[in-house]
């Protein structure tokens, strides 16, 4: 095998979106309410620093964002939106949407976990990018 | 970080598809049968409302539709299957599958809700698109 | 909203590709291991029958097939993997992937139902195409 | 139909990322912490063996690998990312990402099993792809 792999380290795309979001109501109690989480599993598999901005998308009010993260280069990141906090926190038992834009080419993985189990996956899927 | 995405905040495409689509019997009780909704999450991230047309299709009739739905600007639209009524109700227990059409770019994400544990989604995935 | 639908109906590509199966092997008894099922829902949305061919890949042996399918126009299929049997039935407990070729476009996705449950989906992901 | 399907069998592409990983902690004993694994099942279509890179990408650390892997020609593997061991193992309870790099085309998707229930999965969707 080659090793063009060294030269070209970058992979992904610049603009994702996830269509699907729904963070359980704190009203509900500890359990099963709380026990599981949204995240987007950001990859950056390029030389430089990934500068991500997200905007969260609502039914009735107006979009909230951006919020702003930072992907190392080399490095991943599975961001829970439970843990975003400014400028504001989202809303629970409220269904979203997220627009995830990046200043360099990032892959995009939309999952939701069950802290009940380890941390294990409940489901998964690619995010749209274009 | 630059501000082009205040510039440009149009993401997906116009036309999608859901080739899997089941909703529950009636006749099967209130539980388990009744607990999951068929959803598609509609993303109008654009500053223009998105008139979406929906059609379905079966293993045995000709297609059903189209449903029309309006996803306004800058929303997201978590829409059950269950609910579409107009020109008539999907059939209960029958697969189907389901064309998204809309005259401004969305994001379509097919996912399954189980509302025995507080609208938590039980699989989800990025639909066709072209 | 224009009518440009009804002159356009086809949507889909030519060649999809699932990497991940598996069928229960039959002597683990009636359940778990025989209450799921392994699927392939098949949207024609065009105006032209589809003639599918599917082709299954093993890790061990030469892959089986081709499996012969037809779609009708307008039609949607939600294809059982355990109900393929002309040219061989597909070993039970054994990892394999599948290729599926359509003379018309088509939309395929790849979903696991769970038999005990009114055949809801357990997991569900567009397939592969090109 | 046309016989084209024998002149062409390739499908896919040389380069994929799958942005979710996670493999149980050794600690958190039999189970649930290890009913589960982490899979990329990657499928072969073609006619020359498929030599395969995978790194692996974390956090807080430098990326591991590359491991290799060799898909015969018209073969598939379902490749357990707990099994890596060369150059060092995939560590436990930490998140990762993974890109995979093929110097023919190939089909991978991301799946999650669960070892009680007879190596059903729990959750798949198609790695992304360009």
């Not at 997200?54 to 939106?81: M, N, Q, S």
């Amino acid at each position: 095998m080659t090793n063009t792999k060294t030269t070209k380290t970058t992979i992904g795309r610049t603009r994702w979106a996830i269509a699907e979001g729904w963070i359980p109501p704190q009203s509900h109690g500890p359990a099963p309410a709380m026990t599981s989480h949204e995240t987007a599993c950001l990859l950056n598999a390029g030389d430089d620093d990934a500068h991500v901005e997200i905007r969260v998308f609502f039914k009735d009010r107006d979009p909230a964002g951006p919020y702003h993260v930072v992907v190392p280069a080399r490095r991943t990141l599975h961001l829970r939106f439970n843990d975003l906090k400014d400028p504001e926190p989202i809303p629970r038992g409220t269904d979203y949407s997220s627009v995830i834009e990046s200043d360099v080419p990032i892959v995009v993985q939309h999952t939701r976990l069950d802290s009940r189990q380890s941390e294990e996956a409940l489901l998964s899927t690619v995010a749209y990018s274009e």
